[in-house]
């Protein structure tokens, strides 16, 4: 099932794009692992709500939209995304400890 849902974004990109190239979705893959991360998603590998992974979605176009309107250019938007990626990992480290100080 994921090779034929692969085979069908890469033929809907081809299209999109009028060309093909191996490297195309390579900018995608922070983007998916953010929106995994904030959707609260173990990136160990486990499981979430589909409404969390919505949620987070909305809030990275948000984010997207709101570069397109200051007319950033596409590629420091990745800037930004990364660093709230760090930022989120940060403070689920951080949490945990704190939890455990406080009780």
Excluded: K
């Amino acid at each position: 099932m994921s090779s034929v849902l692969c085979w069908l974004a890469s033929i809907l990109m081809m299209a999109g794009f009028n060309s093909a190239a191996a490297n195309f979705a390579e900018l995608y893959l922070l983007v998916t692992v953010l929106a995994a991360i904030l959707a609260g998603i173990d990136p160990y590998g486990g499981f979430g709500r589909i409404s969390g992974l919505l949620l987070a979605l909305t809030l990275l176009q948000t984010l997207s939209s709101g570069f397109n309107l200051l007319r950033l250019d596409a590629y420091l938007s990745l800037a930004p995304w990364g660093c709230i990626l760090l930022l989120v990992i940060a403070l689920r480290q951080i949490a945990p400890r704190a939890r455990s100080r406080q009780g």
